[in-house]
DNA sequence: TAAGGGAACTTGTACAAACAAGCCAGCACA
DNA sequence: TGTGCTGGCTTGTTTGTACAAGTTCCCTTA
């Protein structure tokens, strides 16, 4: 069952892609939506907020709504899963484990991860047959095992394990920056050592907040670019002095 | 009047912040807080949902709700304006207007800003002394002028173009990626050629939608880091291939 | 002992109503 | 002509109520 204004929200968006309301001018009022989808008001409230919230649309007090854009926004899984994501966007892609095994956890890792063993996993993924991402993810204890079922060449590592036990990824912590590509970067990326990477560290928890994976992605330049969208009302986006945060 | 559910809102994220709802354990239930503030469950379903959307507290139907992180976020003005976030994290910094005149828009700029001449700005930032960032801005028309008497050190071209005309940011899309320092950012930045840059750029609008600047920001490596935190429900993180938009 | 079935609890959705606050166009006045 | 104010419109806030849907845990039963 879908929430009615979810409904509505996509009715709305399909709108606003369609070029029914174009970038730049105003979204009907309230009370024209409440009638028009014989809904409460409240209802429709939701249904634009979703909408602001996607960045699609602006909205102020006193002031008629306004369409900012019309980029549509990715799922989780899709920003979560690299494989998920090449596969909405039918990319061509792949993967390969490169090297795999237990040791002991750092302090750094017990502190974020919570376990004092862990998995560290590194990957090498594809996309149009070319090296694209460096995976270097370390797992917690406690789904270890499971990531060890896992075949070398796993092409959905996220939804491998969802399969195998269930396992939601549910929220993500990410840190953007650039980094120059070390001896074993430059290797598997096929880059010379030195060169521009985009690095992505996130640590990903399960819906009750424990904490699964602390990975360190890293792109080649100009294969992959982040998108946010804030407004002064919603801003996801923080902006940093350099690793004061998770160490090295 | 701040309102009800953000008065709520803050206490609630003081509370956090304080300890009080250590990292993992679960705020109390809406029943408890509506009891606790004397308001009604919608207005602390709102304030709630201020703390889900900044990633500090998670939810999901049934389940009672969890803190997951403590990290204060950051406003729309801090993330915009370098000045604004240096001075609220207490750092040294400064600015100098490098190169600035103005020249016909290329038509990828005149799609975007929706003038056919712009005012082209290049700026050097310092933190702590050390260069930090570049930023090459394109300005639409209707603000060049505004933006040529300011002065050639201005602190925070934010905040001075508020002052002179009142001007709001209040929208901002961003393409985060990895680039390498051409000779004139190696020269200005104090880096090598060809080493790491964090890249950001960014179309910056005002409350009606319309575009005021887009800017080609690059960080020095290892200087800053952009943090975003997001979930199954909330995602304002969109990730996309290579330079497929705004071109170049 | 383990699986299954609820009952109680908690969050999500929807409606209705009223007032507050900000925006904007049009009117009156200087 | 242009400035300032006012009134209508639109979005924001708050309360109250009812039901839906998902979670959790305990108790029953095999």
Redesign the pocket.
């Known amino acids: 069952?879908v929430?009615?204004?979810?409904r509505i929200a996509d009715a709305l968006r399909d709108d606003i892609l369609a070029g029914l309301h174009p970038v730049g001018s105003q979204?009907p009022?309230?009370?024209e939506l409440a009638a028009r989808y014989?809904?409460?008001?409240?209802?429709v409230?939701?249904a634009?907020a979703v909408l602001v919230a996607e960045g699609l649309v602006g909205?102020?007090?006193?002031?008629?709504?306004i369409v900012l854009g019309k980029a549509r926004s990715q799922s989780f899984a899709e920003l979560h899963s690299f494989a998920q994501w090449a596969r909405a966007n039918g990319y061509r892609f792949g993967g390969q484990m490169i090297t795999q095994g237990r040791r002991a956890a750092s302090p750094a890792e017990a502190a974020r991860l919570g376990t004092d063993e862990v998995l560290d996993v590194l990957r090498l993924r594809t996309l149009e047959g070319e090296p694209v991402l460096l995976e270097r993810t370390v797992y917690a204890e406690w789904v270890a095992a499971a990531v060890e079922e896992l075949a070398p060449g796993c092409e959905s590592v996220t939804e491998a394990l969802y399969d195998s036990i269930g396992l939601v990824f549910a929220y993500g912590e990410h840190l953007i920056d650039a980094v120059s590509a070390g001896a074993q970067d430059a290797r598997l990326l096929g880059v010379r050592r030195g060169s521009p990477l985009l690095r992505q560290r996130r640590i990903t928890t399960t819906h009750?907040g424990r904490p699964v994976e602390w990975s360190d992605d890293r792109y080649r330049a100009g294969s992959v670019v982040f998108s946010i969208r804030n407004s002064i009302d919603a801003n996801p986006l923080v902006r940093q002095a350099g690793d004061l945060r998770f160490g090295a």
């Open positions: 069952m929430a009615r204004y979810e979204l009022t309230e009370a014989l809904a409460a008001r409240g209802t409230r939701q634009v909205s102020r007090q006193g002031a008629r709504r009750e």
